[in-house]
């Protein structure tokens, strides 16, 4: 789930308005389905028919329209019970991965994605730096870190995100007094995979 807040970190942190899919707050992935006739987005489902009678291999189509596909936010997935809490009676569309994943699941982990999602919503909420805050990229060539700071008159954070699946030192070392958020436990200079971390400024009033 590392990857999923690190991502949500970005999203949260950056300029613009950040939006939220139904299933994202829970790290819900997109569905997968063996057969087109599993699909209920008309549009992907017209698409597929046209490829394939152009002569196309039907799998082929198939895989390259899966990750556009309408029906990959259609379903929220509540807990492990028939069809996942949503209907008691024969829904619209099925669900794959309902019994690993669902809102039940997540809010008993430790490192919970909902959990995460409403504290970046509380800290970008609370601080203005976040929404309206003066952009800067602090690390332009750096391969894998991206290091930014948003800044509103005195307030300034420091937003530091690991990209790779490998542990990267830190290149940086300004005066932030507080981390105030990390979707990792990890108090070394060192980023641990797909870490993300950010960081507050001393009040200089």
């Known amino acids: 789930m590392d990857v999923i807040n690190q991502l949500a970190t970005l999203t949260h942190t950056l300029p613009g308005m950040p939006y939220i899919y139904q299933g994202e707050e829970i790290g819900m992935t997109g569905v997968v389905f063996d057969s087109i006739d599993d699909y209920q987005d008309i549009a992907m489902k017209n698409r597929y028919s ?92 750096h391969p894998v870190i991206h290091a930014y700071e948003r800044h509103l008159d005195e307030d300034r954070f420091m937003i530091v995100l690991n990209h790779s699946d490998e ?22 200079d060192t980023l641990r995979p797909y870490e993300a971390r950010i960081y507050k400024t001393k009040n200089s009033s």
Request: glycine share 4%; charged share 30%; hydrophobic share 35%.
């Open 167 to 188: 542990d990267v030192v830190l290149p940086l070392s300004p005066d932030f007094q507080d981390m105030v958020l990390q979707n990792v436990s990890n108090e070394t």
């Open 50 to 141: 046209e490829e394939v009678a152009k002569g196309r291999n039907p799998q082929e189509v198939l895989s390259s329209l899966q990750p556009l596909s309408r029906d990959n936010s259609r379903k929220m997935q509540w807990n492990d019970s028939t069809e996942s809490g949503f209907t008691d009676g024969v829904p619209w569309m099925r669900v794959k991965n309902y019994v690993e994943l669902n809102v039940e699941m997540d809010l008993r982990r430790e490192n919970s994605v909902f959990r995460y999602y409403q504290e970046l919503i509380h800290l970008r909420k609370t601080n203005e730096a976040l929404v309206y805050g003066d952009f800067k990229d602090l690390l332009p060539e």
